[in-house]
């Protein structure tokens, strides 16, 4: 067993099945001379260290039918997101061996991540950290990756906190990117002509193993390590599409209750402040994202006829992507909610401790 592997079995298998976490908080961890705006003793030693889960910078991109991808199922879930006008997936399978994928085309500046643990995918831009590339820095906060940026001297960014939390950058937010998750046929049947990114080659990585056992599973209530007063209202590792609102807090969509929709759903919520959006999930893609319902200048009012998300204004059909593909509409692009991601219910929740729930009913 190499040493990357046995890191991943420590990590993601002997923690959790002991239920165990570190015993001796941040010392040793944080230097002495690195101010936080988050609390020192809920950062923890993830265990792998500093770069020990090593981030991608500008990997291959292959297209979807080549061989290095043998090992992606269509049921295996990957982010999706649209650079310079050219989609562009990146397997979760790839994000639990790797959590940042720094990509540079075209003068974009982006970091694609995935926390395993909390189940969370975000896109930065990272012009605000000056352009640098994010490492993983092996240190967690509410079960959350904690990135760093490669200046000098380095801060640190909690990827759920949407900006820094340590050093020399604290409190600079990271703009968003819009992606969507959904499963990888989900993906390829919008987008055919998508490239991939490939990871590495050989047999480093085993792209085909999820490392972290059955965490991942709704039901399970191991985590790494503790968050106070979690919140039970939904199953701890239950999908949900959190929707952060401008003054704070949030709205979460949870997959279970939007699949008690139907295989098509589309949900228009009216945030206290803010502008209003619409939520559209396919079931068949596994798949949600927040939208301004909004074209070229026309309110749309969207529902569900025949399995099918269609826009009472004008009949055009959508797909959960938030492009029209028939009617009067077809080829348009709905402004997608760049601040809305994916991820674990418990870790919105410690996110965002006032978050909304969304169950279900009208809005």
């Not at 990888?184 to 056992?213: E, H, I, K």
């Not at 979690?230 to 999908?239: A, F, W």
Request: net charge neutral; glycine share 12%; aromatic share 10%.
């Amino acid at each position: 067993m190499n040493g990357i592997t046995r890191t991943f079995a420590l990590m993601g298998v002997a923690l959790l099945a002991a239920g165990s976490c570190s015993s001796d908080g941040p010392e040793g961890i944080l230097t002495p001379d690195l101010v936080c705006s988050i609390p020192s003793s809920q950062i923890f030693d993830g265990g792998p260290g500093k770069d020990g889960i090593p981030a991608l910078t500008d990997p291959e991109l292959v297209p979807a039918g080549h061989a290095s991808l043998s090992y992606l199922l269509n049921t295996d879930r990957v982010i999706g997101l649209i650079v310079n006008g050219e989609p562009i997936a990146m397997p979760l399978n790839v994000g639990w061996w790797h959590e940042i994928v720094n990509i540079n085309a075209g003068g974009a500046r982006i970091a694609v991540t995935h926390c395993p643990l909390t189940g969370s995918s975000l896109a930065f831009d990272r012009a605000p950290a000056g352009g640098a590339t994010f490492g993983v820095s092996g240190l967690l906060y509410q079960n959350n990756l904690i990135m760093y940026d490669r200046n000098r001297p380095e801060s640190l960014w909690p990827q759920m906190s949407r900006g820094a939390r340590c050093g020399p950058r604290d409190g600079t937010a990271l703009p968003m990117v819009a992606i969507i998750e959904m499963t990888w046929a989900g993906w390829r049947s919008l987008y055919p002509t998508t490239q991939v990114v490939r990871g590495v080659s050989g047999g480093f990585y085993d792209y085909r193993n999820y490392p972290y056992g059955d965490y991942d599973q709704p039901n399970n209530e191991r985590l790494l390590f503790p968050i106070q007063n979690l919140d039970r209202r939904r199953p701890l590792k239950e999908r949900v599409l959190g929707v952060p609102d401008v003054d704070g807090g949030g709205v979460a969509f949870p997959f279970g209750a939007l699949a008690a929709r139907g295989e098509a759903a589309a949900v228009r919520y009216e945030p206290a402040s803010g502008a209003p959006f619409v939520v559209l999930w396919d079931g068949f893609r596994r798949a949600a994202m927040a939208y301004r319902p909004v074209i070229d200048g026309q309110a749309l009012t969207f529902e569900v006829r025949t399995g099918a998300i269609v826009d009472v204004q004008t009949q055009s059909t959508w797909d959960v992507d938030g492009r029209a593909r028939s009617g009067p509409l077809s080829g348009k692009q709905l402004e997608p909610v760049r601040e809305a991601y994916i991820a674990f219910w418990f870790g919105w929740a410690a996110f965002n401790r006032d978050t909304r729930l969304w169950t279900g009913g009208t809005t």
